[in-house]
């Protein structure tokens, strides 16, 4: 009796080892499963970026109204806003906005901005092709910088967006980037 007891403890710790790779397999997978899934569906509000702008032709029988808005992480010293509220864009057509930043701090401090689009389907119609957010904002105490964001939005955008809202949540990772050297 004790053997076949013996026999289905090891069988049980088997099986529960089984699990216990495939939960940790599926942790690591994750991430480019989730990444997958943004893609196709266009649900995680990223935007596209676009190094080389595409031979395309501007559609003037239509705009499209662009909003921008812009949030600060709780703590960090910084004023950050568009310098404007909106922006009507023929679909093709390049477009620079310029966001301001200022350090109110009394140090150094390292930003970076998060982008996010909604409705979320619009994020695959907007193509960032030089953006502030691309990289970390260095600011000295109480220095203030105009950022550039270069853009345009495919021509091949669905008739019903006529409106998209891109916000950008600014982050303080002085911490990560000075553990990064």
């Not at 010293?77 to 023929?90: A, G, I, M, S, T």
């Not at 909604?118 to 092709?129: C, E, V, W």
Request: net charge positive.
């Amino acid at each position: 009796m004790s053997r076949s007891l013996a026999q289905k403890n090891k069988k049980l710790m088997v099986k529960l080892g089984s699990v216990i790779v495939l939960m940790f397999g599926f942790g690591f997978a994750l991430v480019p499963l989730y990444d997958v899934f943004c893609q196709v569906t266009g649900l995680n509000g990223r935007t596209v970026v676009k190094s080389d702008l595409p031979s395309q032709l501007t559609d003037q029988s239509r705009t499209v109204r662009l909003e921008f808005m812009t949030s600060v992480a709780p703590g960090m010293p910084w004023r950050f806003k568009p310098l404007v509220k909106y922006v009507d864009v023929h679909p093709g057509e390049n477009k620079v906005v310029k966001f301001s930043a200022i350090n109110l701090a009394s140090t150094r401090i390292i930003g970076q901005a998060i982008p996010s689009v909604s409705p979320g389907l619009a994020a695959n119609y907007l193509n960032k092709t030089e953006c502030f957010c691309f990289n970390q904002q260095p600011l000295n105490p109480g220095e203030q910088v105009e950022m550039g964001l270069v853009f345009f939005i495919s021509p091949d955008i669905p008739q019903h967006i006529n409106t998209m809202t891109l916000s950008y949540s600014l982050f303080n990772v002085t911490d990560q980037a000075a553990n990064m050297l």
